[in-house]
């Protein structure tokens, strides 16, 4: 059984930050963790994600605004969102992949930025 519990997100103003928080508990080998999002009208996407090796890739839409990173003792990946804008409104959720290509997901975390 594996978990993901995900925690930061909220309510902020255009131009704001929010920092999203994601740990995997569980038997699991892990070899990419990242954060996607959805909203109503569009199909989940990749916001960004850390694969073996340090490859990084994150969506064009966030560069240069949101940065991803892990501690692997823990098992955990964050999403530092900086310059916040209302269309970065979404749910966010965590995922995970083992060397066995199986994926978890958390549970979703909302994030809603006014503006």
């Known amino acids: 059984q594996v978990n993901l519990v995900e925690s930061g997100g909220g309510l902020v103003q255009a131009g704001g930050s929010l920092r999203l928080s994601c740990t995997a508990s569980?038997?699991?080998?892990?070899?990419?963790m990242g954060w996607y999002r959805q909203t109503p009208e569009n199909e989940r996407e990749l916001v960004a994600r850390?694969?073996?090796?340090?490859?990084?890739e994150y969506a064009d839409s966030v560069k240069g605004r949101f940065n991803i990173s892990t501690n692997k003792a823990r098992n955990a990946v964050y999403l530092q969102m900086n310059n916040l804008k209302p269309e970065d409104t979404a749910i966010y959720y965590c995922?995970?992949?083992?060397?066995?290509?199986?994926?978890?997901w958390g549970q979703g975390t909302q994030v809603t930025v006014s503006s």
């Open positions: 995922n995970t992949r083992d060397y066995n290509s199986r994926e978890f």
């Open positions: 569980g038997r699991i080998s892990i070899v990419a």
């Open positions: 850390m694969a073996t090796g340090n490859r990084i």
